[in-house]
């Protein structure tokens, strides 16, 4: 989970000139029957909604060869995409090893990083140090289960001093998160989870962020919408449909927190397609419907800007994901960023799973640890993630598109004045009339079109 570099000087860091961050967003409604303005002019978005773009994990585009690095960078900054990193584990190492002594060398490698594309730096406060959960200063334990292992009450606000830290080490981090799935808070005795001490936690950390900063924008609960699958009664909710129902407890979690915080500028979940079990149901393509009923869901309920922090609609890498082509990793992600927007998120980040190696199935780029002239090439799914951004941007104003197909359930469509998506969620080609135009779509195509 580390990486090794000498540690940098605050004052450095505190010297650096400030980024001046454009806040971005897509400004959706709950269907894709919204109104254009009639000047085709794009809304203000509110300064909680980014668009889409990427979380940097334990290997990332920081290191390497300077010349594939350089094309990472070219890539993540044509558009600038929004970019997100934790501040402990996933590429950074323990921030505050020992009360008081800070390490932020990796952390300002990948803030530093994100600086040099104009992208908009995200920061999730996650994960604590050990000292803070019962571990010994001076000390990390790399485990998952430590890692995982969220503060003990009476380091609430030792995290909240940490997070304070942070907020003014880069002052021009606009976005936080905090902690990450609810990690460490679930209560084995009550089998649920305990939303009364992330409450806490987030409350606390709230009111540090806007002490440094009143202008900074803090969002939480980061839960996963974990769900089960159709007949399934365990846990089983109101908010359902053919590709399962939503875990209650997760429910009643958001509800406590969302009842019970001092505030927030955005709400934050993660969550995949596929079920507990692993099930996508009733199929790849119908299964991203989940991301469309929990935003609905969650915008019933709240009028802040709605962010997926994870999103996934593939097989895990033990489980075969290294079989799908990238002709359906395109169209289903395609397909799953349409759902989300459907469900009213202005925000979603790739959870990019990069390595070292050559062989990155699902990866954005490939590795820059290559040094054949290869390393640092953007993949399908980071081409599809800057066309998005690029068509989509902030203040986008969707509108109805009209779809006739033999099988229209076959087809994903999302547009604005414009430009259209088009999604083909058939491994078959056919032929599909959009608005005014007819266009063969060949299996698992994902096609833009020019309108007006």
């Known amino acids: 989970m580390t990486k090794t570099r000498a540690t940098t000087g605050v004052r450095r860091w505190r010297m650096m000139t400030l980024l001046t961050t454009v806040a971005a967003a897509l400004v959706l409604v709950l269907s894709l029957c919204a109104v ?18 990427l979380t940097h994990t334990q ?7 300077p010349a594939a690095v350089a094309a990472v960078q070219r890539a993540l900054s044509d558009p600038p995409l929004p970019q997100l990193q934790h501040v402990m584990g996933w590429g950074a190492d323990n921030p505050e090893p ?15 990083f994100i600086r040099r594309t104009g992208g908009a730096p995200v920061i999730t406060l996650c994960c604590a140090p050990d000292w803070m959960k019962g ?32 907020a003014e080490r880069y002052p021009d981090v606009h976005h936080f998160i905090v902690w990450n799935e609810f990690k460490g808070f679930f209560d084995e005795t009550k089998k649920r989870w305990n939303y009364e001490g992330y409450t806490q936690l987030y409350n606390r950390v709230h009111r540090a962020l806007k002490r440094v900063n009143s202008e900074v924008q803090v969002g939480g609960p980061y839960l996963n919408m974990d769900s089960f699958g159709p007949g399934r009664t365990t846990h089983a909710s109101a908010l359902k449909g053919p590709w399962g129902s939503v875990d209650q407890r997760v429910l009643d979690a958001f509800t406590y927190w969302n009842t019970h915080k001092v505030g927030a500028d955005f709400v934050v979940v993660d969550g995949s397609s596929y079920t507990h079990d692993d099930e996508a149901l009733p199929d790849r393509f119908r299964a991203l419907d989940k991301f469309t009923a929990v935003g609905r869901w969650v915008r019933a309920r709240t009028s802040l800007p709605l962010w997926w922090a994870e999103y996934y609609v593939e097989p895990g890498a033990e489980n075969g994901r290294h079989r799908w082509s990238e002709r359906l990793r ?24 990069q390595n070292r190696s050559g062989v990155c199935a699902g990866c954005l780029w490939r590795s820059t640890e ?17 066309r998005f951004d690029r068509e989509f941007p902030p203040g986008t104003e969707y509108r109805a598109v009209d779809v006739a197909a033999a099988d229209a359930s076959e087809v994903r469509v999302l547009g604005d004045d414009r430009a259209t998506l088009v999604v083909n969620a058939s491994d078959r080609s056919q032929r599909v009339r959009v608005d005014e135009r007819t266009v063969e779509l060949n299996g698992y195509e994902v096609l833009w079109l020019r309108r007006g």
């Open 36 to 53: 254009p303005a009639d000047n085709g002019a794009r809304a203000s978005p509110p300064p909680a909604a980014l668009g889409w773009g």
């Open 59 to 65: 290997y990332s585009a920081d290191d390497g060869d």
């Open 98 to 112: 020992s009360p008081g002594h800070y390490d932020f060398a990796a952390l300002d490698d990948r803030i530093d």
């Open 135 to 166: 571990g010994s200063p001076g000390q990390t334990n790399w485990t998952r289960r430590s890692l995982e292992t969220a503060p003990s009450p009476e380091h609430y606000d030792d995290f909240a001093a940490l997070a304070a830290t942070i």
């Open 330 to 353: 395109s169209a289903v992600q395609a397909a799953a960023m349409i759902a989300m927007v459907r469900g009213g998120a202005t925000t979603g980040f790739y959870w990019n799973p």
């Open 370 to 386: 290559i040094t054949d002239g290869t390393g640092g090439e953007p993949r399908p799914v980071l081409n599809l993630l800057r």
